[in-house]
């Protein structure tokens, strides 16, 4: 696989460093290898029009790339360039190899704020795994490409007791809502077919397209749904497939009000377009804001969820609700890579599901505390940082002081011992380069010192873009 010299300038976005001008752009290159937008086996574009389309000397590319082979993050052959490959030790600090060594022993310990799901698993999970033990006996051979039958009951009951009639054969278990993605697009989608996605969107549906090598059609997510590049979307019969989640967005938090859901539904009556709802923070929004979202009966629907943001992420189970001959094709084609979602999960996953609405409540009521904590955190360290008031769930979708980018905030975060994700990861168009995605769930004992730390580095982006800008001015 080749990346040209104009896409990779694309996927670099800000990279430049007050460290110097070779030491920003390794950082950013072993960056975007550690996170898989640069995958291993990718040829880098020769040093001189990269050079060129950098607007840089040959001489500081040359020195990034060596500095990066030394690291073990690219291998350079003669007649085949230079390509990309992960060393076996590669860590985080790789990620910023330039940068002198975090010295406090405090900060020596990184903090890990990139993952937006519970933090700790709940104790109903260990009772539930405790009393699926005890039943694991009965469960035959444990092989099963749909799912325990009893699990699939328990899905299909969810569904319908908030107005969606179903029942068990519609229902596709999963190991993960990640899988059920997989399964819909590598039975749905050809390569090079347009898809209909929101932006900002849920990274691993972008991987996931990408190496269908779909060509993306993107809807502007920013405070509300950008509507008639929606339905326009809907109704160009060149889109093959939409993504959507409009219950509870990711990463925005955001819910379609009821004039946007209506004229979803409306659109979908018509549309050529299978429509991949992805209902995994769904249940997470406020009953207020309606969970379940019904489409036109003709529309080719599937919804696909689990239980990783609701209870933990740790809790492998997920699902695809779709009709009964899309569930039976979906687990058909799982059973070519796997021969069933693990039996104990699948009994614990059933054992919750009787609970569900309780923990629904658990869930919700932690969630809404630790935002509003974190937003009165941020608002006494960080106040350049806009937080959207609108946004539920489990993350802030923060707006960044101008002229701070988020490529820039996550290298400089990462020398201050903490982890960060890029916003770029979540759009197709990389265009929300000004965003920072902010999990709630970081444990307490924690947060004080992670939101110090963000502070000090926002404070040095902010700083840096301003000696900058006051040395360019004449």
Known sequence: ?????????????????????????????????????????????AERPLACDLQISRATVV?????????GFLTTRHGSGTVVRLPPDATLESMAPWTAPITSERSRQEIDWSAAA????????????????????????????????????????????????????????????????????????????????????????????????????????????????????????????????????????????????????????????????????????????????????????VRIGSLSKTVWGGLRVGWARTDRATAHRLASEKSRSDL????????????????????????????????????ASLAAAAPSLQVSPDASGPSLWCRLPPDVTSSDLVATASRHGLRLVDAARFSPDRLVHRRLRLPVDIPPSMRPEAVHRLSRALEEVTTEKATRGSATRP
Request: charged fraction near 20%; proline fraction near 6%; aromatic fraction near 4%.
């Open 1 to 45: 696989m080749r990346i040209s010299s104009s896409n990779l300038v694309t996927l670099l976005g800000s990279w430049r460093s007050a460290a110097g001008l070779a030491e920003g752009l390794a950082d950013r290159l072993a960056g975007l290898i550690l996170d898989g937008r640069l995958p291993v086996g990718t040829r880098l574009p």
């Open 340 to 375: 069933g979602t693990p039996m104990l999960e699948q009994i614990a996953a059933a054992l919750l599901l009787k609970d569900y609405p309780a923990l629904l409540k658990m869930r919700r009521r932690h969630l809404s505390e630790a935002a509003h904590t974190l937003t």
């Open 63 to 71: 020195g990034a790339l060596a500095h990066l082979r030394d690291r």
């Open 118 to 301: 519970p933090s700790a698993p709940p104790p109903e999970v260990h009772a539930a795994f405790h009393a699926a033990l005890d039943r694991l006996a009965f469960t035959g051979t444990g092989y099963s490409a749909a799912g325990l039958a009893e699990l699939r009951v328990a899905i299909a009951h969810l569904y319908s007791s908030r107005g969606l009639d179903t029942d068990a054969d519609q229902i596709c278990v999963t190991t993960g809502a990640q899988q059920a993605m997989n399964l819909v697009i590598r039975t749905s989608l050809n390569a090079l077919d347009r898809v209909l996605i929101e932006s900002p969107t849920y990274p691993g549906a972008l991987d996931t397209f990408r190496a269908r090598n779909a060509r993306f059609e993107a809807v502007a997510v920013d405070g509300k749904w950008s509507l008639p590049a929606l339905l326009a979307g809907l109704r160009n019969p060149r889109v093959s497939l939409a993504y959507l989640m409009p219950g509870l967005h990711n990463p925005t938090g955001l819910s379609m009000d009821a004039t946007q859901r209506e004229a979803l539904r409306q659109a979908t009556r018509t549309t050529g377009a299978l429509i991949l709802v992805d209902d995994t923070l769904t249940d997470l929004a406020p009953p207020s804001d309606g969970a379940i979202l019904r489409f036109h009966r003709s529309a080719r629907i």
